[in-house]
Each structure stands twice: as C-alpha cells, then as structure tokens.
C-alpha cells in the first residue's frame, strides 16, 4: 500500500502555509495559542512547533542552540522555496529587563537580523539590537532604518512609550528588486497586502484593539478588578474582530 500523500504537496494552501515555532501554554494565550487561531481566521494553514510548554504563562527561545536550530530550518525552507517568508520576534526582553542571556542579543543581532524577512521587536529589544536609545519618534524611524540595513526589508516596532503615549512604528523598505498575536496579525495582513504595511498595520492593530476593550469590558462586567492582575485576552470571542476589523486607527505615513 502506498504511503498517504503529504497533505502540503498533495494539496497546498491556496492562501499560504505558516510554520510556527512559539511557546505554547495549557492555560491562556500567548505564544502559539495566541498565533495560531488569527492565522487560521485569516485563512492560513498553519503547523506549530511549540518551542515548550507552560502550564499558564509564556516562554521564549532562550538557548542558542536551540535559535540556531531555527535558522537551519529557515535555511533549509529557503532552499526550496527561495519566496519564503521569514517573521521574527525576537524575544529578548521588555521594560529594561532581560529575559535571555546576554549571549543570545549578539546572536540574534549577527545570525537571526540578516535572514529575516519582517522583524517585529518592541522598544527595548530594537534598543538592544541597534544600540541605539529610542526616546522619540524619530529616532524609532532611525532604529528601523539600522535595522533594514542589517537585512529585513520590513520592521515593526511593536510600542514604543513616548512621554505616556505608547506608539507603533513601521518600515517597509521597498526591495529595489500586546507581543505574539500582533506579530501573527502583522503577519497575515501584511502577506495580503505585501506593498501596504501601513494598511496591514491599520488592520492589525484595529483587530489587537478591539480585542482588548472587550477583554477588559467582559471581566469588568464580571466583577473583576482589572488592575489588580493580568487577564486572559478574549481571543476566541473577537474572531469577528480578526477577520474583518474595523480600522479605527489610521497610520501616518512619514516622509
């Protein structure tokens, strides 16, 4: 009897396929329980890797053998496909704090920034890859230009606190030839819309919004204080809000 067919080949995704490689909790989500649903929303196909696996909180790549194992997928993916597209958040840390060891920031400055695709860090890791202090928005847009000249032809910076306003700021450098749900969303409108990061910023970030009012309507109503402790988003019940968002914020397109 012949083996079964692999159903990638047999049938491939008229959409596109997303290999996942995240964390993966039993309880909440984050990681590739907060990836994978929105990716499949938005009509991908999508296999996870979960790099661990927590009872209920959120983990990371936090040895190097274990990132240099992901490079040589993405090597060996490239060889195939020379089209795919590589998105990385590169988990290093937030708020000042580190939550690697100091020898994974020079390896992701040196091996993982050159081959990706979209690099989605958040103020404190962009910081830490550039060496560069981020205290305005130009020089967000300066640290997204140090990094397009490291390799990724798009970069996101995921917020950025300025004076109490907490900014996105996003750089699609055009070829001349909160955390893991807004890299999922960034990445599955940015492949339907590949020349209009603005528009997929729009989108995804509209789509991250909404879920958040309605995570902090739903336990308010409960009775639930919401400063006192973190809330589990309401990731399931926003699928509405993930598909086809309403854009209620625009982006600003800087010259």
């Known amino acids: 009897m012949a083996p079964p067919p692999v159903l990638a080949l047999a049938l491939p995704s008229e959409t596109g396929r997303v290999l996942s490689i995240q ?39 936090g040895s190097v053998s274990f990132l240099n194992t992901v490079l040589k997928v993405v090597d060996k993916l490239r060889s195939i496909n020379p089209g795919l597209t590589y998105v990385c958040d590169p988990v290093l840390g937030d708020e000042g704090k580190l939550y690697v060891p100091q020898e994974m920031v020079s390896v992701y400055r040196e091996k993982v920034v050159p081959v990706a695709s979209m690099l989605t860090p958040n103020q404190f890791e962009a910081e830490k890859l550039t060496g560069f202090r981020i205290v305005s928005e130009q020089d967000g847009r300066e640290a997204c230009n140090i990094l397009h000249a490291a390799g990724p032809s798009k970069v996101v910076i995921t917020s950025i606190n300025i004076d109490g306003n907490l900014l996105l700021i996003g750089s699609h450098q055009k070829e001349k030839g909160t955390g893991d749900l807004m890299t999922a969303l960034l990445l599955g409108w940015s492949n339907k819309y590949p020349d209009n990061l603005d528009k997929a910023a729009e989108l995804s970030v509209s789509s991250l919004q909404a879920l958040l009012v309605r995570t902090v309507n739903d336990y308010t109503r409960a009775g639930h204080d919401c400063q006192s402790s973190s809330l589990e988003i309401r990731l399931i019940q926003s699928q509405d809000d993930i598909r086809n968002p309403e854009i209620t914020y625009k982006s600003e397109i800087y010259n």
């Open 23 to 61: 964390s993966h909790t039993v309880q909440g989500y984050v990681g590739n329980k907060s990836a994978v649903f929105p990716l499949q929303l938005l009509g991908y196909d999508v296999d996870p890797i979960n790099s661990v696996q927590f009872s209920n909180h959120t983990g990371y790549i």
